[in-house]
């Protein structure tokens, strides 16, 4: 396989097996554009690791005997990621039609457009579509009509939420790896796209594709709200000592 049109895409998990075997069902059916899958499974107990080779032989597997945080993670599989193009997609999501052949053509359209993202349901303000969507039928019935390649739609924005981002390898190579400072999540796809930003590029939505995100299967797997809001603080606070910028608010690139 020539790797001049390949996407890499990476995807850490922690047990939720049947979560990740609905994802990746669904990438592999609606995904017709090149692709190597890794899949980084930090201490799953639930048998991760053999389904996934049974089901799934192509999927290349980093397999942690320990939780490594989130962007530690990523930096895992995209040191092993043979693609010109990298990606990052939740195991708690479904992946439908055209998904990455749009968000790709973004890349490809805007020379100036480091890293691209769809819509979804449960993402940053910016990307937000309001949708009742919840069983998997219906999800892909409106991905079938929704995600058709519309320039108009696209749009540019200060920030992408991490779920699914898209970029060329350029950009890992120009902007360096995830800050793995931000341990298991929160804040650290808004420091990488904000230094995406502060190298010369842009970052996109692409408004013409939708990914639904479940969202309460995620990776992180938090224990409690009491936990998530306080990996959130703790996160928020170091990337303000990081840039003396607040994450929360427009974040302008200093002249």
């Given at each position: 396989m020539s790797n001049h049109n390949l996407t890499s895409i990476v995807i850490p998990v922690h047990n939720q097996w049947p979560v990740?075997?609905?994802?990746?069902?669904?990438?592999?059916?609606?995904?017709?554009?090149?692709?190597?899958?890794?899949?980084?499974?930090?201490?799953?107990?639930?048998?991760?690791?053999?389904?996934?080779?049974?089901?799934?032989?192509?999927?290349?597997?980093?397999?942690?005997?320990?939780?490594?945080?989130?962007?530690?993670?990523?930096?895992?599989?995209?040191?092993?990621?043979?693609?010109?193009?990298?990606?990052?997609?939740?195991?708690?999501?479904?992946?439908?039609?055209?998904?990455?052949?749009?968000?790709?053509?973004?890349?490809?359209?805007?020379?100036?457009?480091?890293?691209?993202a769809p819509l979804s349901n449960y993402v940053l303000p910016d990307q937000y579509l309001q949708t009742d969507l919840k069983r998997a039928r219906d999800i892909h019935m409106f991905c079938k009509k929704f995600n058709r390649q519309n320039v108009a739609k696209w749009k540019v924005s200060d920030r992408l939420s991490g779920f699914c981002l898209v970029f060329p390898r350029k950009i890992w190579n120009t902007v360096g790896e995830l800050d793995e400072n931000?341990?298991?999540?929160?804040?650290?796809?808004?420091?990488?796209?904000?230094?995406?930003?502060?190298?010369?590029?842009?970052?996109?939505?692409?408004?013409?594709?939708?990914?639904?995100?479940?969202?309460?299967?995620?990776?992180?797997?938090?224990?409690?709200?009491?936990?998530a809001r306080k990996l959130s603080q703790e996160n928020r606070e170091y990337f303000m000592k990081k840039w003396n910028r607040d994450p929360d608010l427009p974040l302008d690139i200093p002249s």
């Amino acid at each position: 396989m020539s790797n001049h049109n390949l996407t890499s895409i990476v995807i850490p998990v922690h047990n939720q097996w049947p979560v990740t075997q609905m994802c990746l069902r669904s990438l592999f059916r609606h995904t017709r554009v090149p692709i190597e899958v890794i899949v980084v499974n930090n201490a799953s107990t639930d048998g991760t690791g053999q389904k996934l080779i049974k089901e799934f032989p192509t999927v290349k597997q980093i397999d942690n005997s320990f939780r490594n945080g989130f962007s530690a993670s990523l930096n895992q599989g995209f040191r092993m990621a043979k693609g010109k193009y990298l990606a990052t997609i939740n195991n708690d999501t479904l992946p439908s039609y055209r998904w990455l052949a749009n968000i790709l053509r973004v890349l490809k359209d805007r020379p100036l457009c480091g890293v691209a993202a769809p819509l979804s349901n449960y993402v940053l303000p910016d990307q937000y579509l309001q949708t009742d969507l919840k069983r998997a039928r219906d999800i892909h019935m409106f991905c079938k009509k929704f995600n058709r390649q519309n320039v108009a739609k696209w749009k540019v924005s200060d920030r992408l939420s991490g779920f699914c981002l898209v970029f060329p390898r350029k950009i890992w190579n120009t902007v360096g790896e995830l800050d793995e400072n931000f341990g298991m999540g929160y804040y650290e796809d808004i420091d990488f796209t904000y230094r995406i930003r502060l190298a010369g590029y842009k970052c996109m939505i692409a408004g013409d594709t939708y990914v639904h995100h479940f969202g309460s299967k995620s990776f992180i797997q938090k224990d409690s709200d009491e936990l998530a809001r306080k990996l959130s603080q703790e996160n928020r606070e170091y990337f303000m000592k990081k840039w003396n910028r607040d994450p929360d608010l427009p974040l302008d690139i200093p002249s």
